[in-house]
């Protein structure tokens, strides 16, 4: 099987590069590679490579910065996917197509389903919502759409390193305490993806996140406690829970976008929990 990962140089897409089975032909797509805002380039791509299954792991994340240059954030997030699902129904390619969390406005109070109605509240989430449609309007039998949410690798800019790295000069950080979901280690992430992508028989919208519930509050706590006990920090770190009012940023986040699991359960694809992904992370990092 030949498979082309688009976002190959993010941290989802190095992931997926690194858990790659046996018996893949890989082409890796990093954006200097493949811009998939330009459909020329993807229609010309598809056909020189004609994958089997494509991978979609290309996004613009900026969620803050997306609130300023929502054009640069819809070419990626929305008409990039279209192309890719255009470009798939045209070869024959399957597509596996990530989302996110950020497409849920966070007002209920248990686990968002995948069949749940959308109601993003920023630019990002917004762009996101649209490229899930443009996927699923191009290429409804052939696609996956896989959300997932607060993810992070020991490479890359993400909420761990970012914590890793205040606790480590500051000694100390305040953080949100009143948004609630779940963290999301990129190496699960990614071999979940091959799984997807090796089962033909799933189709259409699921969710994946790692095991479990926390707040950014208690993530840091986490990353504070088990970077202690593997000497990436000291022990003396000190996290302040604070009100997602007194962290004031330009886009707006769900209070609450815990993700229900069950439908890739039903295919034998069950989480472990988030805090033991975390563990096994910090100690990919601290062990270079």
């Known amino acids: 099987m030949k498979v082309l990962i688009t976002g190959a140089g993010g941290q989802v897409g190095r992931m997926l590069r690194a858990t790659c089975p046996a018996g893949i032909e890989l082409a890796a797509c990093a954006h200097g590679d493949l811009d998939i805002g330009d459909a020329g380039a993807v229609r010309d791509k598809l056909e020189r490579e004609r994958p089997d299954a494509i991978i979609n792991a290309a996004a613009y994340t900026a969620v803050d910065k997306a609130e300023s240059e929502p054009q640069r954030a819809r070419r990626i997030n929305s008409e990039g996917p279209g192309h890719l699902a255009t470009g798939a129904r045209q070869t024959g390619?399957?597509?596996?197509?990530?989302?996110?969390?950020?497409?849920?406005?966070?007002?209920?109070?248990?686990?968002?389903?995948?069949?749940?109605?959308?109601?993003?509240?920023?630019?990002?989430?917004?762009?996101?919502?649209?490229?899930?449609?443009?996927?699923?309007?191009?290429?409804?039998?052939?696609?996956?759409?896989?959300?997932?949410?607060?993810?992070?690798?020991?490479?890359?800019?993400?909420?761990?390193?970012?914590?890793?790295?205040?606790?480590?000069?500051?000694g100390a950080v305040r953080v949100v305490a009143d948004q609630v979901g779940t963290p999301t280690a990129a190496r699960p992430l990614a071999e979940t993806l091959w799984q997807v992508v090796a089962r033909s028989e799933i189709r259409g919208i699921h969710h994946w996140t790692d095991a479990g519930v926390a707040s950014w509050y208690d993530f840091a706590v986490a990353i504070a406690e088990e970077g202690a006990a593997l000497g990436l920090l000291p022990s003396t770190v000190t996290v302040t829970p604070i009100a997602t009012e007194d962290y004031p940023t330009p886009a707006r986040r769900p209070a609450y976008s815990v993700l229900d699991k069950r439908s890739l359960a039903a295919f034998g694809l069950v989480p472990a929990h988030w805090r033991q992904r975390l563990r096994e992370t910090l100690k990919a990092l601290a062990h270079g």
């Open 93 to 170: 390619a399957r597509l596996v197509h990530i989302s996110t969390d950020f497409v849920f406005d966070g007002h209920a109070s248990s686990p968002y389903r995948p069949e749940a109605l959308t109601h993003p509240l920023s630019v990002y989430g917004s762009t996101k919502r649209d490229g899930e449609r443009a996927v699923l309007e191009a290429l409804p039998d052939r696609s996956v759409i896989v959300r997932t949410a607060w993810v992070y690798a020991p490479e890359g800019a993400n909420f761990m390193r970012t914590m890793l790295r205040l606790m480590g000069e500051r």
